[in-house]
């Protein structure tokens, strides 16, 4: 079945970034729109960033723009979060997630077909 699998998380001072990279499998990759999302602990899971197919459109929360930038290589089948200016509520779990096709909501938890399993960033003040 269809796996995506998030890496690059950790620890990181508040100002530092992080880069965390989502590697998809068993999918044709270019099929998909990309998404990121996040849950803090006790808090609903978030929108984060998405990207359309080709990389040629993106949309973000405003929480994040300005400081998070997502991109995807379709020859290396990997999303990407580059995450900078990094302040301690952007502490949660990450969540990549792959929608076929077009989604008119990109930001819709339930929009999307598939999910990683997470990876964790902390965030110290």
């Known amino acids: 079945q269809v796996q995506l699998v998030e890496s690059g998380g950790g620890l990181v001072q508040a100002g530092g970034s992080l880069r965390l990279s989502c590697a998809a499998s068993?999918?044709?990759?270019?099929?998909?729109?990309m998404g990121w999302f996040r849950q803090a602990p006790g808090k609903e899971r978030e929108f984060v960033a998405h990207?359309?197919?080709?990389?040629?459109?993106?949309y973000y929360a405003d929480s994040v723009k300005g400081r998070f930038t997502i991109s995807r290589d379709n020859a290396k089948n990997t999303v990407y979060l580059q995450m900078n200016s990094l302040k301690p509520e952007d502490t949660a779990v990450y969540y990549c997630?792959?929608?076929?096709?077009?989604?008119?909501?990109?930001?819709?938890?339930?929009?999307?077909?598939?999910w990683g399993q997470g990876t964790r960033v902390t965030v110290s003040s």
């Open positions: 990207i359309n197919w080709s990389g040629g459109r993106t």
């Open positions: 997630a792959a929608v076929r096709g077009y989604t008119a909501q990109p930001k819709g938890v339930t929009e999307y077909d598939y």
């Open positions: 068993r999918l044709t990759f270019s099929d998909y729109a």
